[in-house]
């Protein structure tokens, strides 16, 4: 077992349920990340992935308990880097106004402080986007919005970073720039809970993966959790035979390629 000198909190998730109007997105989830760790949390569409991370982050009423342990006596900073930002294209927005709205706590009339004008160049250009402060956000590329939801998670420096599918629109390049993020954060004991599609991605960088649909599928280390013959089988005990590989292939396409 790796040992992590954290500064970001453990997390447990005890018993949580959640229901929205007559639906159960969430039966009796208990999982738990330990401090400093990556932990990826995979499953299939409309698992109730975003709705955990939801509910962790105070949106959501549930049932059951949800604890953070901070190392220290005060609680951290948490930064959240939210699912594929819908900004309307035709909005009149720089990537510097976002990027201001998102991590200024002072009203907006006063304008940025010159600190956080530094530490906004700062977090553009660790992303690459320094050349591009003044875009309007509707002329970016998915990939390059994509790394300004990234960009805003660095400031202040967080001690829990709870991301929701960062990697859906990057590019290779991109995806590099995510990579150094983990390893930085990693290196720095924060705490990482990570949605991610892209099982590859989970498998070479993630401490821990916890599958979800709707309730617990499994929980482990990745190169234990995500081998082909596991994942069939996990699908193939809750249905007939060529659902279950369907539902496989749909949610792992990569990794089942070689077992069709
Ligand atoms: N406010 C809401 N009211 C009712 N149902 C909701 C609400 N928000 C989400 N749901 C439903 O909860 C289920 C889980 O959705 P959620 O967005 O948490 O899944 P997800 O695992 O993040 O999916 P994806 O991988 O597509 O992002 C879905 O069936 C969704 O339609
Ligand atoms: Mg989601």
Same mark, same amino acid.
Request: aromatic fraction near 6%; glycine fraction near 8%; hydrophobic fraction near 45%.
């Given at each position: 077992?790796?040992?992590?000198?954290?500064?970001?909190?453990?997390?447990?998730?005890?018993?949580?349920?959640?229901?929205?109007?007559?639906?159960?997105?969430?039966?009796?989830?208990?999982?738990?990340?330990?401090?400093?760790?990556?932990?990826?949390?995979?499953?299939?569409?409309?698992?109730?992935?975003?709705?955990?991370?939801?509910?962790?982050?105070?949106?959501?009423?549930?049932?059951?308990?949800?604890?953070?342990?901070?190392?220290?006596?005060?609680?951290?900073?948490?930064?959240?880097?939210?699912?594929?930002?819908?900004?309307?294209?035709?909005?009149?927005?720089?990537?510097?106004?976002?990027?201001?709205?998102?991590?200024?706590?002072?009203?907006?009339?006063?304008?940025?402080?010159?600190? %956080?004008?530094?530490?906004?160049?700062?977090? $553009?250009? @660790?992303?690459? !986007?320094? &050349?591009? *402060?003044?875009?309007? #956000?509707?002329?970016?590329?998915?990939?390059?919005?994509?790394?300004?939801?990234?960009?805003?998670?660095?400031?202040?420096?967080?001690?829990?970073?709870?991301?929701?599918?960062?990697?859906?629109?990057?590019?290779?390049?991109?995806?590099?720039?995510?990579?150094?993020?983990?390893?930085?954060?990693?290196?720095?004991?924060?705490?990482?809970?990570?949605?991610?599609?892209?099982?590859?991605?989970?498998? %070479?960088?993630?401490?821990?993966?916890?599958? $979800?649909? @709707?309730?617990? !599928?499994? &929980?482990? *280390?990745?190169?234990? #959790?995500?081998?082909?013959?596991?994942?069939?089988?996990?699908?193939?005990?809750?249905?007939?035979?060529?659902?279950?590989?369907?539902?496989?292939?749909?949610?792992?396409?990569?990794?089942?390629?070689?077992?069709?």
């Amino acid at each position: 077992m790796t040992s992590f000198s954290a500064t970001g909190p453990a997390l447990a998730f005890d018993a949580v349920s959640l229901t929205l109007g007559r639906t159960d997105i969430l039966q009796n989830v208990s999982f738990a990340v330990a401090p400093g760790s990556v932990h990826a949390l995979v499953g299939p569409n409309g698992g109730g992935k975003t709705s955990l991370v939801r509910t962790l982050l105070g949106q959501t009423p549930h049932n059951g308990t949800l604890s953070l342990r901070w190392p220290g006596s005060e609680a951290g900073v948490i930064a959240y880097v939210p699912q594929a930002l819908d900004f309307d294209r035709g909005l009149p927005m720089t990537v510097d106004d976002v990027m201001a709205a998102m991590t200024q706590r002072r009203p907006a009339f006063l304008g940025l402080s010159p600190r %956080r004008a530094r530490e906004i160049g700062e977090a $553009l250009a @660790r992303v690459g !986007l320094k &050349d591009k *402060r003044r875009r309007r #956000m509707g002329a970016l590329s998915g990939g390059e919005r994509q790394r300004v939801l990234l960009a805003q998670a660095l400031i202040p420096r967080p001690d829990l970073v709870v991301l929701d599918e960062p990697m859906s629109a990057l590019d290779e390049p991109g995806a590099r720039i995510f990579a150094d993020l983990l390893a930085s954060w990693r290196a720095s004991g924060t705490t990482v809970l990570w949605i991610e599609h892209d099982l590859a991605a989970v498998t %070479r960088w993630a401490d821990r993966v916890t599958g $979800l649909n @709707r309730h617990i !599928l499994f &929980d482990g *280390r990745p190169a234990d #959790m995500l081998t082909p013959e596991r994942l069939l089988g996990l699908f193939s005990s809750q249905a007939a035979p060529a659902a279950a590989v369907k539902a496989a292939r749909d949610l792992y396409p990569d990794l089942l390629e070689e077992v069709q």
